[in-house]
T-cell receptor, first 113, second 110 residues
Framework: DVKVTQSSRYLVKRTGEKVFLECVQD?????MFWYRQDPGLGLRLIYF???????EKGDIPEGYSVSREKKERFSLILESASTNQTSMYLC????????????FGDGTRLSIL | DAKTTQPPSMDCAEGRAANLPCNHS???????VYWYRQIHSQGPQYIIH???NNETNEMASLIITEDRKSSTLILPHATLRDTAVYYC???????????FGAGTRLTVKP
């Protein structure tokens, strides 16, 4: 089975802090994604990557950056955390191109105080 | 990607088949239909996907109408653990974005 592991289930940080969310997948997938999920807004794509050191902006990249130094690992960085970034963050991965489905981790519930 | 429409909620008796409908009347020829579910406080779980043929795996069956304007996810013998929000998504081939709508909240009752 595909395994996507996010480093923390719950995280509490303060406004202005730099926050790192880590995601690791064990299926040698080329593509990796970061979403945030908020009530009433569904899932929104922040960034994605289709190869090591490659990244593409999604719908809401402002205030975030990403890093993909190794194929299995995709990090989301909140450069200076703000309260409106309190959310559930979901990482996903998928194989290659075409119609392969994305597989999600269990999410990190991030609270910014 | 085509917009999908699902009923907001459904109930199902434990042990019975759960049939979850999805309308995607504007779907185009290269768009696949995907089904996910999300149990409270967990990430979305992939269930099944298809293009035009019916599909079956160990979790569920996917029935797509011949005109591809709608589909039905079938859980053949629902259990209490199948209580979740179920999402139907259409996505173009090679498109990386998964557009999750509001989904259907399925409640399996004893």
């Amino acid at each position: 089975d595909v395994k996507v592991t996010q480093s923390s289930r719950y995280l509490v940080k303060r406004t202005g802090e730099k926050v790192f969310l880590e995601c690791v997948q064990d299926m040698d997938h080329e593509n990796m994604f970061w979403y945030r999920q908020d009530p009433g807004l569904g899932l929104r794509l922040i960034y994605f990557s289709y190869d090591v050191k490659m990244k593409e902006k999604g719908d809401i990249p402002e205030g975030y950056s990403v890093s993909r130094e190794k194929k299995e690992r995709f990090s989301l960085i909140l450069e200076s955390a703000s309260t409106n970034q309190t959310s559930m963050y979901l990482c996903a991965s998928s194989a290659g191109t075409g119609h392969q489905p994305q597989h999600f981790g269990d999410g990190t519930r991030l609270s910014i105080l | 990607d085509a917009k999908t429409t699902q009923p907001p909620s459904m109930d199902c008796a434990e042990g019975r088949a759960a049939n979850l409908p999805c309308n995607h009347s504007t779907i185009s020829g290269n768009e696949y239909v995907y089904w996910y579910r999300q149990i409270h406080s967990q990430g979305p779980q992939y269930i099944i996907h298809g293009l035009k043929n019916n599909e079956t795996n160990e979790m569920a069956s996917l029935i797509i109408t011949e005109d591809r304007k709608s589909s039905t996810l079938i859980l053949p013998h629902a259990t209490l653990r199948d209580t979740a929000v179920y999402y139907c998504i259409s996505r173009r081939y090679n498109n990386n974005d998964m557009r999750f709508g509001a989904g259907t909240r399925l409640t399996v009752k004893p």
